[in-house]
């Protein structure tokens, strides 16, 4: 019932930047939590950032804090996160997720719905 779209992945070179995108519903957008997360080759999932609009709170990985930044945009019904310093080891598939309530888990099992995924490779 809710989708999620991401796009704005490809190959960049190490130091430099990238922005994902994720399109949702504004159903999802202003009412739900919205979080990212990645999967590298051989790993977890893990949170990378996220935000809740009820509540106001935007939440960072360590990893991700001070080179990622996530931001909305109501007019396009999209979340960004824009990717700043890439590093090799940033290289994995991105996804979004959103859930319903206040908050930002960063348990993938907390977010219900999930978008395919963008696929972000940095070389060195």
């Known amino acids: 019932q809710v989708q999620l779209v991401e796009s704005g992945g490809g190959l960049v070179q190490a130091g430099g930047s990238l922005r994902v995108s994720c399109a949702a519903s504004r159903r999802t957008f202003s009412s739900y939590a919205m979080g990212w997360f990645r999967q590298a080759p051989g790993k977890e999932r893990e949170f990378v950032a996220g935000?809740?609009?009820?509540?106001?709170?935007?939440d960072y990985a360590d990893f991700a804090k001070g080179r990622f930044t996530i931001s909305r945009d109501n007019a396009k019904n999209t979340v960004y996160l824009q990717m700043n310093s890439l590093k090799p080891e940033d290289t994995a598939v991105y996804y979004c997720?959103?859930?319903?309530?206040?908050?930002?888990?960063?348990?993938?099992?907390?977010?219900?719905?999930w978008g395919q995924g963008t696929q972000v490779t940095v070389s060195s």
């Open positions: 997720a959103a859930r319903i309530g206040a908050g930002v888990p960063i348990s993938e099992s907390e977010y219900p719905y």
């Open positions: 935000f809740s609009r009820s509540d106001g709170r935007t």
